[in-house]
């Protein structure tokens, strides 16, 4: 990789910012930052997005005491992307999910202490740890999560909670919604594993009757509301809910695909039983983020979904010559 530094000082560090979210950040910070560095053990991201880009990647585990106390040399803002994701994934093995967002954000919190961050951006979860409460989603809900994954997001921001009140450090959770876009090669998300499928032509599986509904946010708009969190005032260890703050159900997607697919082939689809701990509705209220962060997305669904399907052909384009 090449590595260009604009300053010897490494002003951020991004954990997990070769993956999907965090390599949509790098791009968006880029311009202004003095100094960006990587933390990304490549299990889902890519060392080749982040080439020709002024960051420095470390291959390390979150987990990690070692890795994690050398990355946060020198670093002033943390973005912690890193992460065990999926419901499904936690459910099949809690210990492994515990063990990534709870062992290792705590390790994250400690070694920002140690080394005087002056602000530590953690990357949470909304419905997951409402669990199934009607929504709109909002930050006075009391925590009922349903799976693995929201219980150890939950601890995160526990987490983030107690390092504001006992050491001082200052914690922004941000709750992300169903985030979209381009680089999402390998996130377990319907957008995405849909698009994978429509472009091998494999048959879409819906898990439940498809009325189930979320909040489908582009990486755009909250890439802007991370780099909005690094300066704004804020009520430090307290959650923020970032998404659309419009509900959308899994049928309706299906046709906003079909309709951004065109002229290729639609693939079929099948409809198999729900599957536990995901919720049945969720989309979220961002008037918090509205009031801290200035947060207003743009909530073109369809024409983000067609810009982000074009990436994708884009990339099969690529793979193919």
Not at 49 to 72: F, S, T
Not at 102 to 115: C, D, I, S, W
Not at 152 to 164: H, P
């Given at each position: 990789m090449n590595?260009?530094?604009?300053?010897?000082?490494?002003?951020?560090?991004?954990?997990?910012?070769a993956?999907?979210?965090?390599?949509?950040?790098?791009?968006?910070l880029?311009?202004?930052?003095?100094?960006?560095r990587?933390?990304?053990?490549?299990?889902?991201?890519?060392?080749?997005?982040?080439e020709?880009?002024?960051?420095e990647?470390?291959?390390?585990?979150?987990?990690?005491?070692?890795?994690?106390?050398?990355?946060?040399?020198g670093?002033?803002v943390?973005v912690?992307?890193?992460?065990?994701?999926?419901?499904?994934?936690?459910?099949?093995?809690p210990?492994?999910?515990?063990s990534?967002?709870?062992?290792?954000?705590?390790?994250?919190?400690?070694?920002?202490?140690?080394?005087?961050?002056?602000?530590?951006i953690?990357?949470?979860?909304?419905?997951?740890?409402?669990?199934?409460?009607?929504?709109?989603?909002?930050e006075?809900?009391?925590?009922?999560?349903?799976?693995p994954y929201?219980a150890?997001?939950?601890a995160?921001?526990?987490?983030c909670?107690?390092?504001?009140g006992?050491?001082?450090?200052?914690?922004?959770?941000?709750?992300?919604?169903n985030v979209y876009?381009?680089y999402?090669?390998?996130?377990?998300?319907?957008?995405?594993?849909?698009?994978?499928?429509?472009?091998?032509q494999?048959?879409?599986?819906?898990?439940?009757?498809?009325?189930?509904?979320?909040?489908?946010?582009?990486?755009e708009?909250?890439?802007?509301?991370i780099l909005?969190?690094?300066?704004?005032?804020v009520?430090?260890?307290?959650?923020?809910?970032?998404?659309?703050?419009q509900?959308t159900?899994?049928n309706?997607?299906?046709?906003?695909l079909?309709?951004?697919?065109?002229?290729?082939?639609f693939?079929?689809?099948?409809?198999?039983?729900?599957r536990?701990?995901?919720?049945?509705?969720n989309?979220?209220?961002?008037?918090r983020?509205?009031?801290?962060?200035?947060?207003?997305?743009?909530n073109d669904?369809?024409r983000?979904?067609?810009?982000?399907?074009?990436?994708?052909?884009?990339q099969e384009l690529?793979l193919?010559?």
């Amino acid at each position: 990789m090449n590595i260009q530094r604009k300053n010897s000082e490494k002003q951020y560090l991004i954990t997990g910012g070769a993956g999907f979210i965090g390599v949509n950040l790098v791009r968006a910070l880029t311009p202004s930052a003095r100094g960006i560095r990587v933390l990304d053990n490549l299990s889902a991201g890519r060392r080749e997005d982040l080439e020709n880009l002024p960051v420095e990647l470390m291959v390390g585990d979150i987990r990690h005491y070692q890795a994690v106390d050398a990355a946060m040399e020198g670093v002033k803002v943390v973005v912690h992307l890193a992460a065990h994701t999926g419901v499904v994934q936690s459910v099949e093995d809690p210990s492994l999910d515990m063990s990534i967002n709870v062992a290792g954000t705590l390790n994250l919190l400690q070694a920002a202490v140690r080394h005087g961050v002056e602000r530590f951006i953690f990357a949470s979860t909304g419905g997951a740890i409402v669990g199934a409460a009607t929504p709109p989603v909002h930050e006075a809900m009391p925590p009922c999560p349903l799976s693995p994954y929201g219980a150890g997001k939950l601890a995160g921001e526990g987490y983030c909670s107690a390092f504001w009140g006992s050491y001082g450090l200052k914690t922004v959770a941000l709750r992300f919604s169903n985030v979209y876009g381009p680089y999402s090669y390998h996130k377990g998300s319907v957008v995405a594993k849909f698009f994978r499928q429509i472009l091998a032509q494999e048959q879409l599986t819906v898990f439940g009757d498809g009325k189930q509904t979320r909040d489908f946010v582009y990486v755009e708009d909250l890439c802007d509301a991370i780099l909005n969190a690094v300066d704004a005032d804020v009520p430090f260890g307290q959650p923020i809910q970032l998404g659309s703050g419009q509900e959308t159900s899994i049928n309706h997607l299906l046709v906003m695909l079909r309709t951004a697919v065109r002229p290729r082939d639609f693939p079929r689809v099948r409809y198999a039983p729900a599957r536990s701990g995901e919720v049945r509705r969720n989309f979220v209220s961002i008037a918090r983020a509205g009031k801290y962060l200035n947060f207003s997305p743009r909530n073109d669904l369809s024409r983000n979904l067609t810009q982000t399907w074009e990436w994708f052909q884009a990339q099969e384009l690529a793979l193919a010559s």
